[in-house]
Nanobody
Framework: QVQLVESGGGLVQAGDSLRLSCAASGRTLSRYTMGWFRQAPGKEREFVSAISWSGSNIVYVDSVKGRFTISRDNAKNTVYLQMNSLKPEDTAVYYC???????????????????WGQGTQVTVSS
């Protein structure tokens, strides 16, 4: 069993930055693909970014490319999402997730992920 806890969300203005963290307990994350998803009010959960267990393969949704950076520190059992140049449309609850199956390319479908955190709210005002 893996427990994931997100932190780092908050209320910021457009153009500001935030860094989300996802800390894991129960098992090491070093072999898992890790992903970030988000869900805005009234919308379905959306893929944001994912990183392979080694960090060598990274995927982003087009809307965050060039602004968000995913990274991981396996020694700290933590995954990060650095979010720069935030926009009001980035407002959502952000979730981290772990995919225990080995994949050469990180998956973008939420069904592929086995463990989820409780989410952290990010609100970007205009």
């Amino acid at each position: 069993q893996v427990q994931l806890v997100e932190s780092g969300g908050g209320l910021v203005q457009a153009g500001d930055s935030l860094r989300l963290s996802c800390a894991a307990s129960g098992r090491t994350l070093s072999r898992y693909t890790m992903g970030w998803f988000r869900q805005a009010p009234g919308k379905e959960r959306e893929f944001v970014s994912a990183i392979s267990w080694s960090g060598s393969n990274i995927v982003y949704v087009d809307s965050v490319k060039g602004r968000f950076t995913i990274s991981r520190d396996n020694a700290k059992n933590t995954v990060y999402l650095q979010m720069n140049s935030l926009k009001p449309e980035d407002t959502a609850v952000y979730y981290c997730a772990a995919d225990v199956d080995f994949r050469s390319v990180p998956g973008t479908e939420s069904d592929l992920y086995d463990y989820w955190g409780q989410g952290t709210q990010v609100t970007v005002s205009s």
